[in-house]
Structure formats: structure tokens, C-alpha cells
């Protein structure tokens, strides 16, 4: 039997594009014009994916649940995001709030969890790459081992990450050097 593979989880907005960022907290893109993929992810993603990572987005666009995004639009920046990244999944929670009716929503590691069953994944072995708390805590519920990009947000963390970098080509560099290490 194949030992289960290892997945770096990445959280889309702040991390893979450029947040919109008003008064301190970051929002989406609106449209696809908007969608910008940030300098170095490329890069990281040819790292991790070449290191035998799978590369799986865990989203949450709680606009389209709050009717302030079309669910089509967001589809959208999907399929160009794929086409231009090496990615082998992506997850992604509508869900408008934080009610306890959404195993999907992060900081609720359902959406990590229903990957890891899809792609044979073992979380233990796995990274969950936020730029916010709910990301964090999202990797910790799901045995991730977490890393924080500080984008300096007004808001603070919950639970301390286990590494922290600035940017997803600085935490992918640290990954390779974790994974050389053990």
C-alpha cells in the first residue's frame, strides 16, 4: 500500500493573490480584472509541487453567501488561478458566517479534511499556509503544521503558527529546508 502523500494547503486571498485591503482587513477581488497573483507564487508553486506536494487552495468566499459576489466570478478567478499555477485541488466555503451549521468554513478544518480524504493526504505530514487567524486555527484543528504570512492586518492571531514567513516563496524555501531536515 502507498504511504499517504503530504499537501501544503494555502489560503487564496493575501496569500496566492493580492488582498484588497481597506482600514487594516483584507477583502477578495470583485472581479477578475482585480485578481492579481503576488510576486514569487509561481515560483513557490513549481518548488513544492516539484517536491512532491500536493498544492490544494482552501478558500473562504463567505460574499457569495452574503450576496455581495457572484458564486460565477469567483469560478472564474478559479480557472485562471489553475491555469497559471500548478495546483491539484481547490476548496472553497460559501458559507456566509461563522454558525456552527459549517464544517467548512475556516477556522473548522472541513475543507483540509475533505482533501485529505480526495487525495489520499496525510495531515501530520501536511502545511497550512494563512495570512489571517482562521487559517491558523484551521491548520492546527486539521494536525497541520501551520505558517503565517504576516501582512500586518488589524487582527490578531488565536493560536501561534509554527513558523511565520512573509511571503508563500519565503514559506516554501522554509518547507523544503523542514522537509530536508527530518
Known amino acids: ?4 502523500g503530504r499537501a501544503v494547503f494555502l489560503d487564496r486571498d493575501g496569500v496566492i493573490n493580492a488582498a484588497i485591503v481597506r482600514d487594516g482587513k483584507p477583502y477578495p477581488p470583485f472581479t477578475l480584472e482585480q485578481f492579481s497573483i503576488l510576486p514569487g507564487v509561481p515560483e513557490a508553486c513549481r518548488l513544492l509541487h516539484g517536491a512532491g506536494f500536493y498544492l490544494v487552495v ?9 450576496g ?10 478559479h480557472r485562471v488561478m489553475c491555469v497559471r499555477l500548478p495546483l491539484d485541488r481547490v476548496e472553497v466555503c460559501y458559507d456566509p458566517d461563522d454558525s456552527s451549521s459549517s464544517e467548512f468554513r475556516k477556522p473548522r478544518p472541513g475543507m483540509l479534511l475533505h482533501a485529505a480524504q480526495a487525495l ?6 501536511s502545511y497550512m499556509i ?6 491558523i486555527d ?12 504576516d501582512s500586518g492586518y488589524k487582527e490578531s ?5 509554527d513558523f511565520t514567513a512573509p511571503d508563500l516563496f ?11 531536515g527530518s
Do not use: Y
Open 1 to 4: 500500500m502507498a504511504q499517504p
Open 58 to 66: 482552501a478558500t473562504n468566499q463567505p460574499d457569495v453567501g452574503r
Open 68 to 77: 455581495r459576489l457572484d458564486q460565477s466570478t469567483v469560478e472564474e478567478i
Open 120 to 125: 489520499a493526504i496525510d495531515l501530520s505530514r
Open 130 to 135: 494563512g495570512d489571517r487567524w482562521r487559517d
Open 138 to 149: 484551521c491548520g492546527h484543528a486539521a494536525g497541520c503544521k501551520t505558517i503565517f504570512i
Open 157 to 161: 492571531l488565536r493560536a501561534q503558527p
Open 170 to 180: 519565503a514559506a516554501a524555501r522554509l518547507i523544503l529546508a523542514v522537509d530536508r
